[in-house]
């Protein structure tokens, strides 16, 4: 039996109240599940994946792909019948959550990613285990907060807790983590915020250390600059890799919005990305076996599979070693672009930073040998380019420039190509930047109408439905009723828009003032509202956004519409005019436009009114 005494109560009660206390508590907490949460999620995909080699095995080099085929059927189950977070690189949804929804994550996302993610990194998809990693800790983070009853702020920095120490154990890499979840999902932190983050990303890396031992990710040989002259050729090289980076991640979208248009059964989309990446996995077995490639593994937990499956450590080993030829170089790098498309745009799920580290080598790489022909004495490393390379992609597509630096040197215990790596880094950076304004992260919300700049959520109708700012229940004509009658309704209610409906309840039309031009018909008798209504008019779907609502009605030039049930659609749900979604607008943005707000601090429904 415990016993606390008077001064542990008051010691239990000081931390209670004292808020930096409780955040280093929690943080060193999420630390620590995040570092058993890696090191579990490499264990099951190790196991998962010595399953999945059993295919290929029994089957020979046309197993690859099946393999993947499978997994994608498998994980398709997953993200579209259980929980559809779990599906794509992970990040882009913890961005969202924490942005928008207070850092809030359902329970069961980090449990189902983890299964997802470990199902396609095994059966051969290519992707990385990083994103699925960053997305289960920061549920651990919010999870944590919920169990804890933390306010929105203090949610939002556990999350960071969680998705920096996730990123930190998977990569070995304590201040790099800590810089990706500032620097990627925060978007910057001040104050005793950055604390539990740097805890949890110390105890996180320290956890999984001890279970699996001190090692570097990525083997490598010492860099060093050739001569100060050498940095223009990196220069050039950051601005090559600043315009791959724009082509990887328009690239990416692209061939995600061709499997999005597919009209084919939900399942068979996930199977056929599936499909399309191990084809490409067959023919890098032929590319490896012409050029004579062996990929270098370096932790117990990892298989070989075909050079661009999984997430690439070997291959990327493979290259700063100095073993990968020029034709494999090249090849893999463009043939890994389109397979973690395929993996990740029908609906897979995994991380992308480790392809873009495997396309940044595997360009760099390819930069550097050719600059070796032309210059031979002037580029006596030409694998040096490939490890800069790594963190100018990234750079260019992650937007987390400093995040780059770090974790590239933290990965390779190599700080002696720091100039290298900040002339590239930082022109891959702007070049990208210039072009494509969002990151490989955000475009993902942007596309959904998501814009975030600083924290701000700008597309603000985007993420509200015409069902929260209808009229439920609008005044109504009858289609028999006179034009007087209509005018005593104006004058008792002031509206001048009607939806019009008939004795069995469907809606027929709409009348507006403008349509009421003289009391009576030229015989003399007064008209009806039948003969004066609109029989053409805009229905519109309760799930609608008001982005959308606002364009239609635009492009109609009207200023009102009928919301109708999906499954009986002459049957009104509500009305709306370009009057309530204005009001919703000005709203909206006039809250929002107030520093720290979030999409859920404001609601239509609290300002409008029923």
């Known amino acids: 039996m415990v016993i606390f005494t008077n001064g542990d109560m008051k010691i239990l009660e000081k931390m209670r109240k004292n808020r930096q206390l409780q955040f280093y508590f929690l943080g060193a907490i999420i630390g620590f599940v995040s570092g058993i949460v890696a090191v579990a999620f490499r264990y099951l995909i190790f196991a998962m994946g010595l399953l999945f080699i059993i295919i290929p095995n029994v089957l020979g080099s046309w197993g690859w792909i099946i393999a993947p085929a499978v997994g994608g059927l498998i994980v398709g189950f997953i993200t579209l019948k259980l929980a559809p977070e779990a599906k794509g690189h992970g990040v882009p949804q913890v961005i969202e959550a924490y942005h928008l929804r207070g850092g809030k994550i359902r329970f069961r996302v980090p449990i189902l990613e983890s299964i997802a993610a470990a199902i396609c990194l095994s059966s051969g998809g290519s992707c990385g285990r990083e994103g699925p990693i960053a997305q289960i800790s920061a549920g651990v983070g919010s999870s944590l907060s919920s169990i804890f009853k933390l306010d929105k702020k203090a949610t939002k920095t556990m999350v960071v807790c969680g998705v920096s120490s996730g990123i930190a154990a998977t990569f070995n890499a304590p201040l790099g983590g800590t810089l990706f979840g500032i620097e990627v999902v925060a978007?910057?932190?001040?104050?005793?915020?950055?604390?539990?983050?740097?805890?949890?990303?110390?105890?996180?890396?320290?956890v999984a250390n001890f279970i699996l031992g001190s090692q570097v990710s990525f083997q490598a040989p010492l860099f060093t600059l050739g001569t100060y002259p050498e940095l223009l050729l990196y220069f050039f090289l950051g601005v090559l890799l600043g315009l791959a980076s724009v082509l990887w991640i328009r690239g990416y979208y692209f061939i995600e919005g061709l499997f999005e248009k597919l009209s084919l059964y939900k399942y068979a989309v996930p199977v056929l990305g599936g499909t399309l990446t191990g084809l490409l996995a067959f023919?890098?077995?032929?590319?490896?076996?012409m050029t004579g490639y062996a990929g270098i593994l370096t932790s117990p937990t990892d298989l070989l599979y075909p050079a661009i499956s999984g997430n690439g450590y070997p291959f990327i080993n493979a290259v700063l070693a100095g073993s990968v030829v020029l034709l494999a170089l090249l090849s893999f790098g463009i043939m890994k672009l389109l397979a973690t498309s395929f993996t990740l745009g029908s609906g897979g799920s995994g991380g992308v930073f480790a392809p873009t580290l495997f396309m940044g080598a595997a360009f760099g790489g390819t930069f550097g040998m050719v600059l070796q022909y032309l210059f031979p004495t002037i580029v006596i490393n030409p694998m040096a380019y490939a490890l800069v390379g790594m963190a100018a992609l990234f750079a260019g597509t992650g937007r987390a420039p400093i995040t780059c630096?770090?974790?590239?040197?933290?990965?390779?215990?190599?700080?002696?190509?720091?100039?290298?790596l900040m002339i590239t880094v930082s022109t891959a950076f702007f070049v990208s930047s210039s072009i494509e304004r969002e990151s490989i992260y955000t475009l993902k919300l942007s596309r959904r109408g998501i814009k975030l700049d600083q924290g701000y959520y700008i597309g603000a109708?985007?993420?509200?439905k015409v069902s929260e700012i209808m009229t439920k229940t609008p005044t109504t004509l009858h289609p028999e009723m006179s034009t007087q009658d209509v005018f005593d309704i104006m004058t008792t209610t002031g509206h001048t828009k009607f939806p019009v409906i008939d004795e069995d309840g469907r809606a027929v039309g709409c009348l507006i003032v403008e349509d009421i031009?003289?009391?009576?018909a030229e015989d003399g008798t007064q008209y009806r509202v039948a003969d004066l209504m609109r029989k053409s008019f805009l229905h519109l779907n309760p799930g609608c956004t008001v982005d959308s609502v606002l364009m239609k009605m635009l492009e109609r030039d009207e200023g009102h519409a009928i919301v109708v049930d999906p499954s009986d659609p002459d049957r009104m749900l509500g009305f709306v005019t370009k009057t309530d979604v204005l009001k919703a607008y000005e709203i909206a943005i006039l809250n929002l436009r107030k520093?720290?707000?979030?999409?859920?601090?404001?609601?239509?429904?609290?300002?409008?009114?029923?």
Not at 187 to 206: C, D, E, H, R, Y
Not at 405 to 420: A, G, Q
């Open 517 to 520: 031009s003289d009391s009576q």
């Open 595 to 610: 520093k720290g707000k979030d999409i859920e601090d404001v609601s239509p429904l609290e300002e409008l009114g029923p």
């Open 187 to 206: 978007g910057g932190m001040l104050g005793f915020s950055i604390i539990p983050i740097i805890l949890a990303s110390v105890i996180s890396t320290a």
């Open 283 to 289: 023919i890098s077995l032929w590319i490896a076996n």
């Open 405 to 420: 630096i770090v974790i590239i040197m933290e990965l390779t215990y190599d700080y002696s190509m720091i100039l290298p």
């Open 461 to 464: 109708l985007s993420a509200v």
